[in-house]
């Protein structure tokens, strides 16, 4: 059995990450159009028409731009929940009702050896929420797009082998710069994004002896950088006592280049 992953773009602009089995494979997000979608996939030597469906996280345009269009082109299952499923109504088109599924909050549905949990995170979305992916004893976390890290979703996401997580921006860019205030309110707030530094703090209370690594993800255009990403979260992991690098990785994401396909 195999379960692997890319993250084939992450950041304010568009998200979008790939995750298969030897039996099924799933898009997690189509934040872009068809055509920049269909390129990620070939830049990973994938093909979108073998996908099993799309999962969607929330209705956000950063998250749902290329779902509508994939859908009709390659007849695609669609799941999300249904307060998602109407907040997307009149954004995504016409998607055939055959192709609508509904993927409740804290269910998991199971693909053949692939189990999809689903959790809610604090987000200002409708209904926003992520998802873990279970292969035997194989655990793979995504989780962006949340405000903060409550303790019912780390005793979900724990101890995870891979994590695909926020570090959304840097406090101190992000109150310096050039957004109004009440954007920097919203991204500040418990259903705006996490920070570097509060990502770091929720990723030690969440990793655990057999996590290997984590992937930094949806890192603002404006605000953040990866190498201050990382340095911000390696620093205050170390006040934690973690030293990244021993106990686990420390990876980044691109908003246009996938990472290379990953066995978890």
Sequence with gaps: ????????????TGNAIYVETEEHSFLVDAGFSGKQMEGLFSQIDRKIDNLSGILVTHEHSDHIKGIGVLARKYKLPVFANEKTW????????E???????VFGMETVKSFGSLDI??????????EPMFYVFHQEQRKLVLITDTGYVSDRVKGIISNA?????????????LRMGRY????????????????NEDAALAMSEVAGDK???????????????????RMSVTQTLQSRGIIVGEEFSLY?????IPTPLTAV
């Excluded at 907040?87 to 088109?93: E, S």
């Excluded at 949990?117 to 409708?126: L, M, P």
């Excluded at 891979?162 to 860019?173: A, C, G, K, L, W």
């Design 1 to 12: 059995m195999s379960l692997h992953f890319s993250v084939l773009a992450s950041g304010s």
């Design 86 to 93: 109407r907040a997307m109504d009149g954004l995504v088109g």
């Design 95 to 101: 998607i055939p009702v055959e192709q609508k599924c």
């Design 117 to 126: 949990e689903s959790f809610g995170v604090s987000h200002d979305a409708a």
């Design 161 to 173: 082998d891979t994590y695909i997580f926020e570090s959304n921006h840097d406090v101190q860019m």
């Design 180 to 195: 109004p205030w009440n954007v920097k309110r919203r991204i500040l707030s418990d259903v705006g994004h996490v920070s």
């Design 211 to 229: 996590t290997r690594s984590f992937y930094l993800a949806h890192l603002s255009l404006d605000n953040n950088m990866k190498d201050l990403a």
């Design 252 to 256: 980044d994401t691109d908003p246009k």
